[in-house]
Protein backbone atom coordinates (compact mmCIF):
# COMPACT_ATOMS: atom_id res chain seq x y z
CA UNK A 1 0.00 0.00 0.00
CA UNK A 2 1.40 3.50 -0.86
CA UNK A 3 0.86 5.26 2.26
CA UNK A 4 -1.10 8.74 0.85
CA UNK A 5 -2.66 10.27 3.81
CA UNK A 6 -2.73 13.47 3.84
CA UNK A 7 -4.26 16.25 6.04
CA UNK A 8 -5.98 18.83 4.44
CA UNK A 9 -5.55 22.38 4.86
CA UNK A 10 -6.36 24.00 8.09
CA UNK A 11 -7.88 27.06 6.72
CA UNK A 12 -8.25 29.05 9.94
CA UNK A 13 -5.05 28.01 11.52
CA UNK A 14 -3.13 28.17 8.71
CA UNK A 15 -1.87 24.58 8.64
CA UNK A 16 -1.01 22.01 6.47
CA UNK A 17 0.80 18.76 7.48
CA UNK A 18 1.48 15.36 5.82
CA UNK A 19 2.21 11.80 6.30
CA UNK A 20 2.70 10.96 9.74
CA UNK A 21 2.87 14.45 10.89
CA UNK A 22 -0.64 14.74 9.49
CA UNK A 23 -1.55 11.60 11.58
CA UNK A 24 -0.22 12.24 15.17
CA UNK A 25 -2.01 15.80 14.48
CA UNK A 26 -5.44 13.71 14.05
CA UNK A 27 -4.91 11.54 17.03
CA UNK A 28 -4.13 14.30 19.50
CA UNK A 29 -7.12 16.03 17.90
CA UNK A 30 -9.52 13.42 18.34
CA UNK A 31 -8.01 12.59 21.64
CA UNK A 32 -8.51 16.00 23.04
CA UNK A 33 -11.94 15.73 22.32
CA UNK A 34 -13.47 12.90 24.06
CA UNK A 35 -12.74 9.12 25.00
CA UNK A 36 -16.07 8.29 24.11
CA UNK A 37 -19.27 9.73 22.27
CA UNK A 38 -21.49 9.54 25.38
CA UNK A 39 -24.62 11.11 25.05
CA UNK A 40 -23.53 14.07 27.35
CA UNK A 41 -20.62 15.23 24.97
CA UNK A 42 -23.06 14.66 21.82
CA UNK A 43 -25.86 16.82 23.70
CA UNK A 44 -23.49 19.12 24.40
CA UNK A 45 -21.55 19.65 20.98
CA UNK A 46 -24.78 19.85 19.42
CA UNK A 47 -26.13 22.83 21.71
CA UNK A 48 -23.25 24.71 20.94
CA UNK A 49 -23.58 24.37 17.72
CA UNK A 50 -27.08 25.56 17.32
CA UNK A 51 -25.91 28.82 20.03
CA UNK A 52 -23.05 29.44 17.45
CA UNK A 53 -25.53 30.69 14.64
CA UNK A 54 -22.90 29.46 12.14
CA UNK A 55 -24.06 28.38 8.70
CA UNK A 56 -22.60 25.26 8.10
CA UNK A 57 -23.70 25.20 4.23
CA UNK A 58 -21.38 28.27 3.35
CA UNK A 59 -17.66 27.75 2.96
CA UNK A 60 -16.60 30.00 5.60
CA UNK A 61 -19.01 28.03 8.02
CA UNK A 62 -18.04 24.98 6.87
CA UNK A 63 -14.08 25.70 7.43
CA UNK A 64 -14.84 27.44 10.89
CA UNK A 65 -16.52 24.16 12.11
CA UNK A 66 -14.39 21.40 10.23
CA UNK A 67 -11.43 23.63 12.06
CA UNK A 68 -13.37 23.25 15.51
CA UNK A 69 -14.91 20.36 15.77
CA UNK A 70 -12.64 17.75 12.83
CA UNK A 71 -13.85 14.50 11.73
CA UNK A 72 -16.82 15.07 14.37
CA UNK A 73 -18.65 17.28 12.48
CA UNK A 74 -19.41 15.46 9.41
CA UNK A 75 -19.50 12.21 11.47
CA UNK A 76 -22.13 13.64 13.45
CA UNK A 77 -23.81 15.39 10.26
CA UNK A 78 -23.86 11.93 8.59
CA UNK A 79 -25.38 9.86 11.63
CA UNK A 80 -28.70 11.81 11.74
CA UNK A 81 -29.14 11.64 7.81
CA UNK A 82 -31.76 8.70 6.92
CA UNK A 83 -30.42 6.16 5.82
CA UNK A 84 -29.90 5.85 2.39
CA UNK A 85 -29.85 9.46 1.59
CA UNK A 86 -26.77 10.23 -0.45
CA UNK A 87 -27.50 14.24 0.00
CA UNK A 88 -25.29 16.50 2.48
CA UNK A 89 -27.29 17.92 5.21
CA UNK A 90 -25.29 19.93 7.68
CA UNK A 91 -28.93 21.59 8.53
CA UNK A 92 -30.36 18.72 10.03
CA UNK A 93 -27.54 19.27 13.47
CA UNK A 94 -29.20 22.56 13.72
CA UNK A 95 -32.94 21.69 13.47
CA UNK A 96 -32.48 18.67 15.97
CA UNK A 97 -34.40 19.24 19.30
CA UNK A 98 -32.38 19.08 22.07
CA UNK A 99 -35.12 19.66 24.74
CA UNK A 100 -34.37 15.70 26.03
CA UNK A 101 -30.81 15.29 24.74
CA UNK A 102 -29.30 14.61 21.27
CA UNK A 103 -30.63 11.05 21.67
CA UNK A 104 -27.66 9.43 19.45
CA UNK A 105 -28.14 6.10 20.16
CA UNK A 106 -31.89 5.65 20.24
CA UNK A 107 -31.81 8.09 16.56
CA UNK A 108 -29.53 5.42 15.21
CA UNK A 109 -31.75 2.59 16.00
CA UNK A 110 -34.86 4.64 14.93
CA UNK A 111 -32.72 4.93 11.73
CA UNK A 112 -32.77 1.45 11.03
CA UNK A 113 -36.27 0.89 12.03
CA UNK A 114 -37.09 3.72 9.61
CA UNK A 115 -35.40 2.01 6.86
CA UNK A 116 -36.61 -1.59 6.93
CA UNK A 117 -40.16 -0.61 7.71
CA UNK A 118 -40.19 1.60 4.33
CA UNK A 119 -42.28 0.52 1.51
CA UNK A 120 -40.14 -1.00 -1.04
CA UNK A 121 -40.90 -1.21 -5.10
CA UNK A 122 -38.96 -4.66 -5.10
CA UNK A 123 -40.49 -6.25 -1.74
CA UNK A 124 -40.73 -5.04 1.45
CA UNK A 125 -39.08 -6.72 4.43
CA UNK A 126 -40.57 -9.34 6.51
CA UNK A 127 -41.19 -8.77 9.93
CA UNK A 128 -38.74 -11.62 10.67
CA UNK A 129 -36.13 -9.81 8.66
CA UNK A 130 -37.19 -6.49 10.27
CA UNK A 131 -36.67 -8.01 13.87
CA UNK A 132 -33.15 -9.57 12.53
CA UNK A 133 -31.83 -6.45 11.69
CA UNK A 134 -33.33 -4.36 14.78
CA UNK A 135 -31.69 -6.85 17.04
CA UNK A 136 -28.59 -6.14 15.56
CA UNK A 137 -28.08 -2.89 15.69
CA UNK A 138 -29.84 -2.86 19.28
CA UNK A 139 -26.38 -5.34 20.09
CA UNK A 140 -23.65 -3.44 18.85
CA UNK A 141 -21.44 -2.28 22.03
CA UNK A 142 -22.10 1.23 23.15
CA UNK A 143 -20.86 4.20 23.46
CA UNK A 144 -18.59 4.57 20.44
CA UNK A 145 -15.33 4.66 20.96
CA UNK A 146 -14.14 8.19 19.26
CA UNK A 147 -10.24 8.51 17.96
CA UNK A 148 -8.36 9.05 14.52
CA UNK A 149 -10.31 7.34 11.68
CA UNK A 150 -7.03 6.77 10.00
CA UNK A 151 -7.74 3.19 9.81
CA UNK A 152 -11.43 3.54 8.07
CA UNK A 153 -9.77 6.45 5.64
CA UNK A 154 -7.27 4.37 4.43
CA UNK A 155 -9.98 1.39 3.10
CA UNK A 156 -10.80 2.75 0.13
CA UNK A 157 -6.75 1.91 -0.56
CA UNK A 158 -6.75 -1.44 0.76
CA UNK A 159 -10.20 -1.84 -1.74
CA UNK A 160 -7.74 -0.26 -4.92
CA UNK A 161 -5.23 -3.22 -3.47
CA UNK A 162 -7.36 -5.85 -3.58
CA UNK A 163 -8.44 -5.08 -7.15
CA UNK A 164 -5.21 -4.66 -8.54
CA UNK A 165 -4.17 -8.28 -7.42
CA UNK A 166 -6.99 -9.61 -8.55
CA UNK A 167 -6.26 -7.98 -12.15
CA UNK A 168 -2.56 -9.25 -11.71
CA UNK A 169 -3.96 -12.82 -11.03
CA UNK A 170 -6.30 -13.10 -14.25
CA UNK A 171 -3.37 -11.32 -16.03
CA UNK A 172 -0.60 -13.89 -14.69
CA UNK A 173 -3.03 -17.36 -14.35
CA UNK A 174 -5.11 -16.81 -17.78
CA UNK A 175 -2.39 -19.38 -20.02
CA UNK A 176 -2.26 -21.50 -17.43
CA UNK A 177 -4.37 -24.04 -19.40
CA UNK A 178 -5.16 -22.12 -22.67
CA UNK A 179 -1.40 -21.70 -23.61
CA UNK A 180 -0.99 -25.37 -24.41
CA UNK A 181 -3.54 -24.47 -27.05
CA UNK A 182 -2.27 -21.35 -28.06
CA UNK A 183 1.53 -22.87 -28.69
CA UNK A 184 -0.05 -26.40 -29.97
CA UNK A 185 1.67 -28.60 -27.54
CA UNK A 186 -2.08 -29.26 -26.16
CA UNK A 187 -2.07 -33.32 -27.47
CA UNK A 188 1.80 -33.41 -27.02
CA UNK A 189 0.94 -33.00 -23.07
CA UNK A 190 -2.11 -34.85 -23.12
CA UNK A 191 -0.87 -37.95 -24.65
CA UNK A 192 2.15 -38.23 -21.70
CA UNK A 193 2.03 -40.63 -19.00
CA UNK A 194 0.70 -38.08 -16.39
CA UNK A 195 -1.04 -35.45 -18.71
CA UNK A 196 -4.24 -35.91 -18.41
CA UNK A 197 -4.15 -36.61 -14.38
CA UNK A 198 -1.22 -35.15 -12.53
CA UNK A 199 -0.30 -32.19 -14.67
CA UNK A 200 -3.80 -31.13 -14.09
CA UNK A 201 -3.03 -31.44 -10.21
CA UNK A 202 0.10 -30.00 -10.66
CA UNK A 203 -0.70 -26.81 -12.62
CA UNK A 204 -3.59 -25.95 -10.12
CA UNK A 205 -1.29 -26.39 -7.19
CA UNK A 206 0.96 -23.88 -8.55
CA UNK A 207 -1.44 -21.43 -9.70
CA UNK A 208 -2.90 -21.54 -5.56
CA UNK A 209 0.49 -21.48 -4.22
CA UNK A 210 1.28 -18.21 -6.71
CA UNK A 211 -1.85 -16.97 -6.26
CA UNK A 212 -2.09 -16.93 -2.25
CA UNK A 213 1.60 -15.90 -1.85
CA UNK A 214 0.69 -12.78 -3.68
CA UNK A 215 -2.50 -11.70 -2.44
CA UNK A 216 -1.09 -12.59 1.52
CA UNK A 217 1.97 -10.75 0.94
CA UNK A 218 0.23 -7.86 -0.28
CA UNK A 219 -2.22 -7.28 2.23
CA UNK A 220 0.50 -8.23 4.69
CA UNK A 221 3.00 -5.54 3.55
CA UNK A 222 -0.50 -3.03 3.84
CA UNK A 223 -1.58 -4.35 7.29
CA UNK A 224 2.01 -4.20 8.52
CA UNK A 225 2.16 -0.13 7.42
CA UNK A 226 -1.26 0.63 8.94
CA UNK A 227 0.40 -1.14 12.23
CA UNK A 228 3.07 0.91 12.49
CA UNK A 229 1.80 3.87 11.70
CA UNK A 230 -1.40 3.73 13.98
CA UNK A 231 -0.41 0.95 16.31
CA UNK A 232 -3.38 -1.01 18.26
CA UNK A 233 -5.34 1.88 19.14
CA UNK A 234 -6.32 2.42 15.84
CA UNK A 235 -7.69 -0.56 15.21
CA UNK A 236 -9.63 -0.85 18.27
CA UNK A 237 -11.72 1.67 17.09
CA UNK A 238 -15.83 0.58 16.37
CA UNK A 239 -16.14 -0.15 12.82
CA UNK A 240 -19.36 2.05 13.36
CA UNK A 241 -16.95 5.13 12.49
CA UNK A 242 -16.95 4.49 8.97
CA UNK A 243 -20.75 4.77 9.38
CA UNK A 244 -23.68 4.88 12.73
CA UNK A 245 -25.99 2.52 11.49
CA UNK A 246 -23.41 -0.55 10.42
CA UNK A 247 -25.52 -3.07 12.56
CA UNK A 248 -22.51 -5.58 13.40
CA UNK A 249 -20.35 -5.67 16.18
CA UNK A 250 -16.89 -5.36 15.27
CA UNK A 251 -13.84 -3.13 15.08
CA UNK A 252 -11.62 -1.18 12.83
CA UNK A 253 -9.39 -4.39 13.09
CA UNK A 254 -11.53 -7.15 13.13
CA UNK A 255 -13.16 -5.12 9.93
CA UNK A 256 -10.02 -5.58 7.85
CA UNK A 257 -9.61 -8.85 9.23
CA UNK A 258 -13.01 -9.68 7.48
CA UNK A 259 -11.85 -8.37 4.85
CA UNK A 260 -8.41 -9.86 4.31
CA UNK A 261 -11.04 -13.59 5.19
CA UNK A 262 -12.96 -12.30 1.65
CA UNK A 263 -10.20 -11.15 -0.11
CA UNK A 264 -8.80 -15.20 0.24
CA UNK A 265 -12.19 -16.14 -0.47
CA UNK A 266 -12.28 -14.26 -3.99
CA UNK A 267 -8.81 -15.21 -4.76
CA UNK A 268 -9.59 -18.97 -4.12
CA UNK A 269 -12.65 -18.78 -6.51
CA UNK A 270 -11.32 -16.66 -8.50
CA UNK A 271 -8.23 -19.02 -9.83
CA UNK A 272 -10.45 -21.49 -9.46
CA UNK A 273 -12.53 -19.57 -12.40
CA UNK A 274 -9.87 -18.64 -14.48
CA UNK A 275 -8.39 -22.41 -14.57
CA UNK A 276 -11.53 -24.14 -15.75
CA UNK A 277 -12.15 -20.61 -18.49
CA UNK A 278 -8.27 -21.26 -19.33
CA UNK A 279 -9.13 -24.95 -20.11
CA UNK A 280 -12.73 -24.30 -21.23
CA UNK A 281 -11.99 -21.65 -23.79
CA UNK A 282 -8.65 -22.65 -24.98
CA UNK A 283 -8.09 -18.78 -25.51
CA UNK A 284 -5.70 -16.84 -23.02
CA UNK A 285 -6.93 -13.75 -24.44
CA UNK A 286 -10.40 -15.06 -24.34
CA UNK A 287 -10.66 -15.89 -20.55
CA UNK A 288 -9.03 -12.79 -20.06
CA UNK A 289 -11.33 -10.71 -21.76
CA UNK A 290 -14.45 -12.83 -19.88
CA UNK A 291 -12.73 -12.14 -16.53
CA UNK A 292 -11.70 -8.68 -16.79
CA UNK A 293 -15.37 -8.29 -17.82
CA UNK A 294 -16.99 -10.27 -14.60
CA UNK A 295 -14.96 -8.18 -12.45
CA UNK A 296 -15.44 -4.59 -13.96
CA UNK A 297 -18.53 -4.72 -15.25
CA UNK A 298 -21.17 -5.50 -12.51
CA UNK A 299 -19.64 -2.42 -10.69
CA UNK A 300 -21.61 -0.21 -13.00
CA UNK A 301 -25.03 -2.29 -12.82
CA UNK A 302 -27.23 -0.42 -10.88
CA UNK A 303 -29.30 -2.25 -8.23
CA UNK A 304 -32.78 -2.86 -9.47
CA UNK A 305 -35.80 -0.73 -8.34
CA UNK A 306 -38.06 -3.53 -9.25
CA UNK A 307 -36.87 -7.09 -8.17
CA UNK A 308 -35.46 -7.67 -4.82
CA UNK A 309 -33.75 -11.17 -6.59
CA UNK A 310 -32.03 -9.45 -9.10
CA UNK A 311 -30.24 -7.28 -6.18
CA UNK A 312 -29.85 -10.09 -4.05
CA UNK A 313 -27.60 -12.30 -7.31
CA UNK A 314 -26.02 -8.64 -8.00
CA UNK A 315 -24.69 -8.11 -4.60
CA UNK A 316 -22.64 -11.74 -4.82
CA UNK A 317 -20.75 -10.40 -7.64
CA UNK A 318 -16.80 -10.15 -6.76
CA UNK A 319 -16.90 -6.34 -6.99
CA UNK A 320 -19.77 -5.53 -4.62
CA UNK A 321 -18.17 -8.60 -1.98
CA UNK A 322 -14.35 -6.77 -2.27
CA UNK A 323 -16.06 -3.86 -1.33
CA UNK A 324 -16.82 -4.65 2.41
CA UNK A 325 -18.34 -1.61 3.79
CA UNK A 326 -21.39 -0.92 1.60
CA UNK A 327 -21.56 -4.90 2.07
CA UNK A 328 -22.55 -3.89 5.84
CA UNK A 329 -24.60 -0.99 4.47
CA UNK A 330 -26.60 -2.60 2.14
CA UNK A 331 -29.28 -4.23 4.85
CA UNK A 332 -29.18 -7.07 2.44
CA UNK A 333 -30.14 -10.92 4.24
CA UNK A 334 -31.06 -13.96 2.64
CA UNK A 335 -33.09 -16.65 4.13
CA UNK A 336 -33.13 -20.41 4.04
CA UNK A 337 -36.60 -21.62 5.89
CA UNK A 338 -36.36 -20.22 8.93
CA UNK A 339 -32.13 -19.11 8.46
CA UNK A 340 -31.55 -15.34 8.06
CA UNK A 341 -27.77 -15.62 6.82
CA UNK A 342 -26.21 -11.73 6.00
CA UNK A 343 -24.78 -10.37 2.63
CA UNK A 344 -20.96 -11.19 3.83
CA UNK A 345 -21.51 -14.75 5.10
CA UNK A 346 -24.11 -15.82 2.13
CA UNK A 347 -21.03 -14.56 -0.01
CA UNK A 348 -18.51 -16.37 1.50
CA UNK A 349 -20.52 -19.82 1.13
CA UNK A 350 -21.84 -19.12 -2.33
CA UNK A 351 -18.11 -18.65 -3.77
CA UNK A 352 -16.49 -21.24 -1.87
CA UNK A 353 -18.97 -23.55 -3.30
CA UNK A 354 -18.83 -22.71 -7.07
CA UNK A 355 -14.88 -22.76 -6.47
CA UNK A 356 -15.34 -26.30 -5.29
CA UNK A 357 -17.66 -26.54 -8.11
CA UNK A 358 -15.65 -25.92 -10.65
CA UNK A 359 -12.40 -27.34 -9.58
CA UNK A 360 -13.87 -30.51 -9.32
CA UNK A 361 -15.19 -30.41 -12.88
CA UNK A 362 -11.77 -28.74 -13.74
CA UNK A 363 -9.40 -32.32 -14.97
CA UNK A 364 -12.94 -33.20 -17.03
CA UNK A 365 -13.23 -30.27 -18.52
CA UNK A 366 -9.38 -29.76 -19.85
CA UNK A 367 -9.23 -33.24 -21.00
CA UNK A 368 -12.80 -33.24 -22.94
CA UNK A 369 -11.49 -29.61 -24.45
CA UNK A 370 -7.95 -30.74 -24.97
CA UNK A 371 -9.43 -34.06 -27.10
CA UNK A 372 -11.85 -32.17 -28.88
CA UNK A 373 -8.86 -30.21 -30.10
Keep these: MIFSYELKKIFQKDLELKGIEAVRYHEDFAKNQTGELTEDYVTNVLRELKESNIDPNTDEGYLTLDDRYGKLFNYL ?13 PELLLSLDLENGAQFYERRVQRVRDFVNQDFSFGNYTEEEKAYWIRKAEAVKTPFQWGDTFVAKQYDTVIALAFYLLFVLVICLSPVFSAEHDNGTAGLLLSTKHGQHRLVYAKGLAAYCFGFSYVLVGYLISFLWLYFTIGVKGFALPVQLLDSAICYSMNLGQFLLLQLLISVVVCFFEIALILFLSALTKSTMGTMSLLLAGLIIPAFIPFSKESGLFNHVLALAVVRMMDLKGCLMSFLDYRIGSVILDLPTVSILVHMAVALVLILFL ?6 RSIQA
Design 77 to 89: VRCYQPIGVERYQ
Design 363 to 368: QKTYVH
